[in-house]
């Protein structure tokens, strides 16, 4: 053998196991955590538009394996931990929009009488926490009720209640910003018609006929036309509440922020609770949620009756739909006019699924965020994720297609309460904040589901 045949074949086997090398190293494990050096919203885009190209070309390797017969559990383990990288992406991405919000708005990090607040509803916060420190001290609850009083007495906030036994209003700043951070929390109050009323009597009314119409000529004859038919919307209602304890010596601790625990204490606990009503409660004692109503049917619009959601099936008895077609057919099964503001709604292991879907020309039918405060695109429509949506499962509907704010309605009554509690847990001071909450939904043509079944 001459020497020139001896390097050829070397460089053949070197080309053979390199080759096997790349393979092989295609079905290595995706092993990538969130990057701590993330510092803006623009590189966190940057980073998610990477991610999903790869995402996108290893689902592209997965259709191959299946279209040769091979085994993808190696490309599915991989496309797993992909789907992992983007969310925690996509939360880093959502936690510095927060904060660049945040610090662009107009007089952050002012003064103590914020966004136009009286001097009496200053004087009453400022009472308050006073008194949250020392709950037992009567001098403290004494000034507390005082500025409740005159806070009253300037018709500046709504006060339920009077002195420490019946439970002291939160301040309209602390109610204001557990409010707010309940929004974040709870995916449904972002979308939903959100209102507030005096009364759990709350009804809406909803014409679900239509006033009749005709034309006429100048001389001709008005007939007749039919009266709108009405259906009340009423809103089931419940008491949301939490029940934060600190340490009494936490409180007397000056460098214990009191107010910033009781705050995060009370949205984390609360909105979490509401949340899930929202999408599951069953109407008795708590909200009537999306899925808690009557049983969705397949029957379309016209002949479905009000109050009742309309599902689209996957044909698939405990899978999800094997075409996109299937979403095609839940879009357009939506009235043009809801169309215009819907987006999907669904877990974050559904979206997982979602994000292998082509068209026919075979592109990706999932578009990841790339502009700050826009949210991943599926079929052209916005994608919210919800933790409460159910999962995949025989007869369970894991999505839903929608104008949420056309179709589901909250009602939040006036007012947080807080009473105290310093006898139960020796040593530990326990806060009750509570508030009542209703909801059901609104408009049932505006929301449509996929029910996992054959039909």
């Known amino acids: 053998m001459t020497k020139k045949m001896i ?7 070197m080309a053979a196991h390199f080759a096997a090398f790349q393979a092989k190293a295609a079905l290595l494990p995706y092993e990538k955590r969130e990057d701590p050096t993330i510092k803006s919203v623009a590189e966190s885009i940057d980073k998610i538009a990477t991610a999903f190209e790869e995402y996108k070309k290893t689902n592209d390797q997965r259709i191959e394996a299946i279209k040769a017969g091979n085994s993808t559990a190696d490309f599915d383990a991989k496309l797993a931990k992909m789907d992992q990288h983007i969310e925690s992406l996509n939360e880093a991405k959502s936690r510095l929009e927060k904060v660049e919000t945040k610090l662009a708005r107009p007089g952050a990090g002012g003064g103590e009488q914020k966004d136009g607040q009286s001097k009496e509803a200053v004087e009453y916060r400022e009472a308050f926490m006073s008194w949250m420190r020392a709950p037992g001290d009567h001098e403290r609850q004494q000034k507390a009720a005082q500025a409740q ?19 002291f209003a939160l301040p309209e700043e602390i ?22 009323v005096g009364s759990p009597d709350y009804t809406e009314l909803f014409d679900i006929g239509g006033a009749g119409f005709e034309w006429v000529g100048e001389t001709d004859t008005r007939n007749q036309t039919n009266t709108p038919n009405l259906v009340e919307v009423k ?7 939490a029940k934060p304890q600190a340490s009494e010596e936490s409180l007397d601790d000056l460098f214990f922020n009191v107010e910033d625990w009781l705050i995060s204490s009370a949205s984390e606990s609360m909105y979490a609770g509401e949340g899930a009503a929202f999408f599951l409660g069953d109407g008795i004692k708590k909200p009537t949620g999306m899925l808690g109503g009557p049983a969705p049917v397949a029957t379309a619009d016209g002949g479905r009756a009000f109050g009742t959601l309309q599902y689209i099936a996957s044909g698939q008895a405990a899978a999800m739909p094997t075409s996109a077609d299937v979403f095609y057919d839940l879009i357009y099964s939506l009235r043009a006019r809801y169309r215009a503001n819907a987006r999907w709604v669904t877990n974050k292991l559904i979206l997982a699924a979602m994000r292998k879907y082509k068209d026919t020309q075979g592109q990706y039918l999932w578009q990841p965020s790339l502009v700050a405060g826009q949210p991943d695109l599926f079929m052209g429509y916005g994608v919210t994720e919800a933790e409460d949506m159910p999962g995949l499962a025989a007869n369970a509907f894991p999505v839903a297609f929608g104008d949420f704010k056309e179709g589901y309605l909250i009602c939040d009554r006036v007012g947080m309460r807080m009473t105290r509690d310093e006898i139960t847990t020796p040593g530990m001071v326990k806060f009750y904040i509570r508030k009542r909450v209703g909801g059901k939904l609104r408009n049932t043509q505006a929301i449509k589901l996929l029910k996992i079944a054959t039909a």
């Open 235 to 241: 809103p089931t209602f419940g008491m949301a509440s």
């Open 149 to 167: 009083k005159a806070l009253e007495a300037k018709a500046t906030q709504t006060v339920t209640s009077t002195g420490s036994a019946g439970g």
């Open 7 to 13: 390097v050829i074949g070397a460089a053949t086997a």
């Open 175 to 196: 109610e204001r910003t557990i409010a707010r951070l309940g929004v974040e929390a709870s995916p449904m109050r972002q979308l939903a018609t959100v209102r507030t």
